[in-house]
């Protein structure tokens, strides 16, 4: 079964340390080894030769160690010869083998251990059939000698390795699991700045557009009156100094938010975490004057009062600044625009007014910030044409409902 992917392996070794290591052992294991051994026989020379080469690679390749190892093993079994010294590098070499990430590579090798642990008490039994009939007590404690040796040196090395393997996982699934809980921490951080980024175009826009709009129409009221009705002219020119002073405070207040996003951490908290002035009932009616005073006819219908919710209430003005804004610019103003506000359990808001002659229904910035602002408050907000009539309907629950 294949291994579950890893965020980062910290075993590897990029800098071929081991394999280094692996070469220096080889060497001083032949170098003691093989000529200790030709007092037994070539045949147990070449079998610490070979022994060896399965050291010098075990880091390299299991499978070229595995083959080598296999192939001194045989050499023994063959020529009858025990390397009883270099034998002990098939610890080394089974503990490899019980590391490997690959299971079916792991019990491969368990089945070998104790394969060849039987084939190490086969090649004693072998070796000791010329023996005298009186000597079984003692060929039987040199097999069972042998037989645990074999075990402790090849199944031993192999449950060492196994050991280690499943140190290495539990070492590397904690490392695996704090990767993982930091890139989410980041993808978190990165969707945190998208939102507040969202928030602010959408802050930008209403501040913007409304504004503007209202300036505008109020210009052009001035312009015309300014012969005939100097008096009004100067409203006007009052309402356009007052809406700049509003716009240049949002302004400011959005500025701040780009260069200290700790501002606008908490935007449970209102009006400051949204970085704007108050949105209470004295900045609605400063709206509602506006509008009127740009000539914009309001049937106001309200009932109940604003709730204790600071985000509610600045989503309500926004909301509605949002409305009568594209009902001044896209509407007819020849015919009065209905507002009807609810603030019992909850909110809901209804804006309706005709629909202008001008096919410009301008570029949709305005109901898409609408439809986005009014779901961070947990509402629903619609725009739509029904015949000649432009509605919006608005509906955020109660806090806590």
């Known amino acids: 079964m294949a291994e579950q992917e890893r965020v980062s392996d910290v075993w590897a070794d990029p800098t071929g340390r081991w394999r ?34 399965a050291l010098a690679v075990r880091h390299r390749s299991w499978v070229a160690m595995s083959g080598l190892a296999l192939a001194a093993g045989m050499i023994q079994l063959l020529a009858g010869q025990t390397a009883y010294v270099a034998d002990l590098a098939y610890a080394p070499l089974f503990f ?73 996982q539990a070492v590397q699934a904690r490392i695996d699991a704090r990767l993982a809980a930091a890139e989410q921490r980041r993808i978190a951080q990165l969707y945190d700045l998208e939102q507040e980024r969202r928030r602010i175009a959408t802050d930008m826009h209403d501040v913007v557009a409304h504004s503007w709009a209202v300036v505008a129409a109020q210009a052009d009221g001035a312009r015309y009156a300014l012969a005939q009705d100097p008096q009004r002219a100067e409203q006007s020119l009052e309402v356009i100094a007052d809406t700049a002073r509003h716009a240049i405070g949002d302004l400011r207040s959005l500025v701040a938010r780009l260069r200290d996003p700790a501002t606008a951490t908490d935007h449970a908290a ?37 709730g204790p919710s600071d985000l509610v209430g600045l989503t309500a003005h926004r909301l509605l600044a949002e409305s009568l804004t594209n009902a001044l610019k896209h509407g007819d103003l020849r015919k009065p625009v209905a507002v009807e506000q609810d603030w019992r359990s909850g909110y809901r808001l209804r804006v309706t007014n005709a629909v202008g002659e001008r096919s410009d229904h301008g570029t949709g910035h305005g109901i898409l910030g609408m439809i986005e602002r009014c779901g961070l408050a947990g509402g629903v907000a619609t725009s739509r044409r029904v015949g000649d009539l432009w509605v919006v309907d608005v509906e955020i629950p109660e806090v806590g409902a």
Not at 38 to 48: E, Q, Y
Not at 113 to 137: M, R
């Open 96 to 168: 490899i083998l019980g590391r490997q990430a690959d299971r079916r590579v792991r019990l491969t090798a368990l089945g070998v251990a104790v394969l060849a642990s039987v084939a190490g008490a086969t090649n004693v039994v072998l070796a000791g059939q010329q023996a005298p009939p009186d000597t079984a007590i003692g060929l039987a404690l040199s097999l069972m000698g042998t037989t645990a040796l074999a075990a402790i040196i090849c199944v031993g090395g192999w449950v060492a390795g196994f050991i280690r393997w499943q140190q290495r």
């Open 270 to 306: 209102g009006d400051t975490a949204y970085g704007l002035a108050s949105a209470g009932p004295e900045r609605q009616a400063d709206l509602l004057a506006r509008m009127r005073a740009s000539g914009m006819t309001l049937d106001v219908i309200e009932h109940g009062s604003p």
């Open 20 to 53: 280094r290591l692996d070469l220096l052992n080889a060497g001083l294991f032949a170098l003691v080894c093989v000529p200790l051994h030709l007092r037994v026989g070539l045949a147990a020379s070449v079998t610490a030769l070979v022994l060896a080469g």
